[in-house]
């Protein structure tokens, strides 16, 4: 059975970090492409970032020079670095699996949620 | 950059009804890699079509999906009460979402 169990979210200061896991089973995150997906409080869905099974990666402009995407073969997770954090990344975090690069997204997480706030 | 606008923001039915849900790309895609997906409230989003016309696995074909250009649509053929949810429709970026409500 696939499974995506997020953790690591929490709350934060403005201009801090954190790093969210995501943790695979049931398939192999290597051989996938594996997205970030958030939504904040009340709001609709917002793609975040992409590993390709290559090792590419891809970043959403909001995002970009500020998180990044990574991922453990041998522990089979997902990872997501968020530096210089602000009150707009306050959300809710979703990992997600495609098979390809259209990333239709066939399995997500339960989500884990980030506040940044003083 | 790629901009998906779906209409309406909500949509107010009764179940057994039809609806029909419209996303509408700001250029051309490819529909190999539009989606659409389900949400139902403190739920993460379910994929129900995927490009753009078929259905995932143990999706109802109630569903279906369909496009025209640069328009999309997404068709409930009869509203059941587990369908009463918001839709979003994806090429990577999503849609501002369809709020399904009950009449």
């Known amino acids: 059975e696939v499974q995506l169990v997020e953790s690591g979210g929490g709350l934060v200061q403005p201009g801090g970090s954190l790093r969210l896991s995501c943790a695979a089973s049931?398939?192999?995150?290597?051989?996938?492409?594996m997205s970030w997906v958030r939504q904040a409080p009340g709001k609709g869905l917002e793609w975040v970032s992409v590993?390709?099974?290559?090792?590419?990666?891809y970043y959403a402009d909001s995002v970009k020079g500020r998180f990044t995407i990574s991922r453990h073969n041998s522990k089979n997770t997902l990872y997501l670095e968020m530096n210089s954090l602000r009150a707009e990344d306050t959300a809710v975090y979703f990992c997600a699996r495609s098979n390809d690069s259209t990333l239709n997204l066939d399995y997500w997480g339960q989500g884990t949620l980030v506040t940044v706030s003083s | 950059e790629l901009v998906l606008t779906q209409s309406p923001g909500t949509l107010s039915l009764s179940p057994g009804e039809r609806a029909t849900l419209s996303c509408r790309a700001s250029?051309?895609?490819?529909?190999?890699?539009l989606a659409w997906y389900q949400q139902k409230p403190g739920q993460a989003p379910r994929l129900l079509i995927y490009g753009a016309s078929s259905r995932a696995t143990g999706i109802p074909d109630r569903f279906s999906g369909s496009e025209s250009g640069t328009d999309f649509t997404l068709t409930i053929s009869r509203l059941e009460p587990e369908d009463f949810a918001v839709y979003y429709c994806q090429h990577w970026t999503f849609g501002q979402g369809t709020n399904v409500e009950i009449k």
């Open positions: 049931g398939f192999t995150v290597k051989t996938n492409y």
């Open positions: 250029q051309s895609v490819t529909s190999s890699y």
């Open positions: 590993i390709y099974s290559a090792g590419t990666t």
